[in-house]
């Protein structure tokens, strides 16, 4: 049986996150499968080393090459024009313009390769941002959504193009201790990178206004001294405790009442599972898969974008005992669907059935 090449292009990585996570995962898995050759492009190499021992991706760029979008389809074009083994399927994922950077080195150097949009971000962010929107995915042939909210915009859109759903997979924790033992304490739980888009004031405005104290743990990466000076500004400095970046963000978290994730913007959000994996509930805005995971009152609860009022209100509610706290079993049942490796064979048989179609 000849194996199927798939090759995925990213843009770039900055701090550790959902994306590289993803990636070492599926190279992991696909490493067992003997049909397909799983191989990674990167345009612009930032310098992070994020890939796992054994494997690393083909870099065209680095940062201080400035290139441009025109820059990197022309770099991928010549790469693809000179590599021993052509790839069958690209997977453009990252930013939404990764499709139409794909699609015109692949027109300009002759490949026969089916080009799948893979976006790991909203499509409104991509505009937003300047990395391309919903029109950079006419450039695909076949789309792959990795949330529900992806996929509404591409459905909103009207694009003329066949759309496969796929969910990111999370590695479920081979053991939790039962959490519902452990007396809660109010305190929240922030995981991910300090960055604008995570809009985390939301979490200090809330704070402030609440009735009651409540306590924040932020672990990650990123933008620190600005987000120390904000919880400074909101007057609740002493209620943050800034940990970094920590290898299993979960440690000694028994105590924890809720996992937050205040942000404008995600793809999918793999902390949202992951956390509900762990048996911690979500308050969250509706981004990624939020409106599709989260049951308000079961496993977590919902407020409105950039709505500190609503979250300082869910706040009080829960320390009055007006809203419960959701138990871990709860939690953990309903991401299920979710385990890595159900999400990743999913990929799988959708890149077979592709490849056979060649």
């Not at 953990?332 to 490796?341: H, M, P, T």
């Amino acid at each position: 049986m000849r194996r199927i090449i798939v090759e995925m292009v990213i843009p770039q990585l900055a701090e550790r996150g959902g994306l590289d996570q993803f990636i070492n995962d599926v190279a992991e898995f696909f490493l067992e499968k003997e049909d397909i050759e799983f191989r990674v492009v990167q345009l612009v190499d930032t310098g992070l080393c994020w890939w796992n021992e054994g494997f690393e991706p083909v870099s065209l760029f680095t940062e201080n090459d400035s290139a441009t979008f025109m820059d990197s389809a022309k770099a991928y074009g010549k790469y693809l024009g000179k590599v021993a083994s052509a790839p069958d399927i690209i997977l453009a994922a990252g930013w939404p313009v990764t499709v139409s950077i794909v699609r015109k080195a692949v027109k300009d150097s002759l490949t026969d390769a089916l080009v799948v949009g893979y976006p790991h971000m909203t499509l409104k962010e991509g505009r937003e941002k300047n990395v391309g929107s919903v029109e950079c995915l006419s450039d695909a042939d076949v789309v792959f959504a990795i949330s529900k909210q992806i996929e509404d915009e591409i459905t909103a859109f009207g694009l003329n193009k066949a759309v496969v759903r796929v969910n990111n997979g999370i590695r479920f924790p081979g053991s939790v201790e039962n959490r519902d033992l452990t007396e809660k304490k109010r305190k929240l739980l922030y995981i991910g990178r300090l960055v604008e888009g995570k809009n985390i004031p939301m979490i200090f405005r809330a704070m402030a206004m609440a009735k009651d104290d409540w306590f924040l743990e932020i672990v990650g990466q990123g933008e620190m001294e600005v987000c120390q000076q904000q919880a400074l500004e909101y007057g609740i400095l002493n209620q943050v405790t800034f940990c970094g970046f920590r290898e299993n963000p979960y440690e000694n978290t028994e105590d924890v009442m809720f996992c937050i994730m205040p942000s404008n913007y995600e793809g999918f959000c793999l902390v949202i599972p992951e956390a509900l994996s762990h048996g911690i509930p979500v308050i969250s805005t509706p981004v990624g898969c939020a409106t599709e995971l989260i049951k308000p009152g079961e496993n977590g609860y919902i407020v409105g974008l950039d709505d500190s009022d609503m979250l300082a209100q869910v706040l009080n509610y829960v320390s009055q005992g007006s809203l419960p706290v959701p138990d871990m079993n709860t939690c953990i049942d309903s991401v299920k669907d979710y385990e890595l490796n159900q999400t990743l064979e999913r990929l799988y048989v959708e890149l077979v059935k592709l490849g056979q179609m060649k």
